[in-house]
């Protein structure tokens, strides 16, 4: 029986207040959307607006309108919401509804405990029934009495019992508790891991860390351990419960006391077998509640201690900055209200002389700890992004590496960027080799931009998903210790060796697919990591619902990618149609959204003029 068959509607309501936030920050609310639309729950116009938007703070908080509109101009119907919601199709891809429902379950059953005793009430019809059916007994008891007056007095007693009214109704039986899993018989072994209740998900522990571990995220290496509202991969949960040190999750994570590899080993649980070779299971490199922070006030002797490695336990007494020039002062002073805006971004573009790079905030731990900053070839500290262009390794990268305009100095003083201690002993200051080796490798995947179980590249700093790659890296292809070549590093190794003569146009396009295959999917992965919205990613017709109304031939860069793992291309020209043909349908679909024009217009230019390079056209 569901929970809203037991609870009132304001019972419902205060639940689906307290939660509301949580639900607006689902990943991926397109279904979630499409489910409370169906069931007449939004209005169509801000069903349209918000599943447009592709930015993900955004569908947060056109999500988070939505509901908070609903609460306060829907309320009556917020029973029907629940029942809508907690759907099974619905719970299986949201973890955090299931979370939810569980919780509102549980408010169910410490409702049903505290009613526990209470008089079963009855209706007037019942009353009157059984008012006279107690009369009735009445009379027969009180005859029997006059015949049995010799018992006992202890009989007597039992028989005035008998006499009541009340004593002929039926007894009341007590209501269970319920249970959620499956009661076991005696000598039966507790192997909850079969129990139906079970099927999704496991509650497991790691030290004295509690966890809920999601079987199909398991399955697919994505993150599956969650920790109130934080996702972890195993390796991850396994850190955070302080057991780094043992560095095998599948012994150290366990359910009731069970490790999971054996429950893999037994076929219990399905997991990602990783068998060496480049398939390297990226580990977090920010466990939570870790790092160490300085004042930036201690920045520049920090800096210095970190390069000379001298006297690092005598770090109690340290000397206060140098003072700013006039002129880096005055800088400062303009630049300083733009700095404190700076709190909510975590990437920042970098400059230093004809290098460029991004800074990853979530990365930095000082100018030698903690590898920030992303180049086109490698990850780097500042310090090292400064030698590379400079030629000198000294702790002047604060003043000589520009952030969009600013040196660095400026977002260190503003604590947008903060320097960790050197007693830090997080995994940027004090990593272990894995640690080190994760370091030098982004931590998503390059085409879809989503975390998880990455394979990396041995010559450059990309990561992919291994479904994400072009061609699919396969298990059987990492079971031996030689390095691993993304396409990208591959078409680059061979480039020099492909064309040595222009070409027309209409002659490349009529190569058969099956020789010029590299190509075809380097520059298929070019375009969709030039993507970064993962706006022609997906199926449109899923978040669209009039989409099909208005083109006929949907296409995305998935499909593509699909038609060529499985070969179903004949010619070059084939696979440019379909590139060319979402693009096309992106232009007659958003004729009013000027935003999306522009940006599929930019990403064809760059398909195209990229094709030319690639197979060398004749201009």
Known sequence: MEPMDWL??????????????????????????????????????????????????????GLYEILDRFETER??????????????????????????RNSLMDEKMGKEESDKGKPKALSDSEEEEEGEKGEEKQEKSVAKKRNLRSRSARS????????????????????????????????????IWNWPIYKLQLPVTCGNREGTLNRPRLAKGERCIVVGKQWFSPTEFEIFAGKKSSKNWKSSIRCMETPLGKLIEQGHLQAVTYKGGPKKVKKSLFPPGDATIVSSGDEDEEEDRHLDEEDRVSSSSRESSPPLSDEEREQQAELQPQASHDGGKTVFRVT??????????????????????????????????????????????????????????????????????????????KPDEEEQKNQKNDDECCICR??????????????????????????????????????????????????????????????????????????????????????????????????????????????????????????????????????????????????????????????????????????
């Not at 460029?356 to 731990?365: D, I, P, S, V, Y």
């Not at 591959?490 to 060796?497: A, L, P």
């Open 450 to 619: 989503m975390e998880g179980e990455l394979v990396m590249c041995d010559d450059c700093p990309r990561a992919f998903h291994p479904k994400c790659h072009l061609p699919h890296v396969e298990d059987g292809l990492l079971g031996n210790e030689i390095g691993w070549l993304c396409t990208f590093c591959v078409y680059r190794t061979n480039e020099r060796y492909l064309y040595s003569e222009r070409m027309e146009r209409e002659a490349a396009l009529s190569y058969q697919i099956s020789q010029r295959m590299l190509q075809c999917q380097y520059l298929l992965l070019c375009l969709w990591s030039a993507d970064e919205e993962q706006i022609f990613a997906a199926n449109p017709c899923l978040y669209l619902t009039d989409y099909s109304d208005v083109i006929e031939a949907p296409m995305w860069f998935g499909d593509i990618a699909g038609k060529l793992q499985q070969n179903l291309y004949q010619t070059v020209g084939e696979f440019v149609t379909d590139v060319h043909l979402v693009f096309s349908n992106c232009a007659l679909y958003n004729r009013k959204n000027a935003e999306l024009l522009v940006t599929g217009n930019r990403l064809k230019e760059s398909f195209d003029r990229e094709f030319k390079s690639v197979f060398n056209i004749k201009e």
């Open 352 to 429: 230093c002389g004809a290098s460029n790079g991004t800074l990853h905030k979530k990365r930095f731990a000082s100018g030698t700890c903690g590898k920030s900053i992303r180049t086109e070839t490698s990850w780097m500290t500042p310090v090292e992004f400064l030698e590379l262009e400079l030629g000198r390794k000294d702790a002047s990268w604060k003043k000589d590496i520009d952030c969009e305009g600013r040196p660095l100095c400026v977002l260190v003083k503003a604590e947008t960027l903060r320097i960790h201690s050197l007693l830090c002993n997080c995994s940027l200051c």
């Open 156 to 191: 007597d007693d039992h028989e005035e019992e008998l006499a009541g009214p009340s004593s002929q109704l039926t007894p009341r039986k007590k209501f269970k508790k319920i249970c959620f899993s499956t009661p076991l018989k005696k000598g039966e072994e507790k192997n």
């Open 75 to 100: 309320s009556q119907e917020i029973r029907e919401f629940w029942r809508c919601v907690f759907k099974d199709s619905i719970l299986n891809q949201y973890p955090t509804l299931r979370l939810l």
């Open 8 to 61: 009132q509607n304001h019972e419902l309501l205060r639940f689906f207040r307290r939660h509301k936030t949580e639900m607006s920050c689902m990943e991926n609310p397109h279904t979630f959307l499409c489910q409370l639309r169906d069931h007449d729950l939004i209005p169509e116009d801000r069903y349209k607006k918000v599943s447009c938007m592709r930015s993900k703070d955004n569908m947060r908080k």
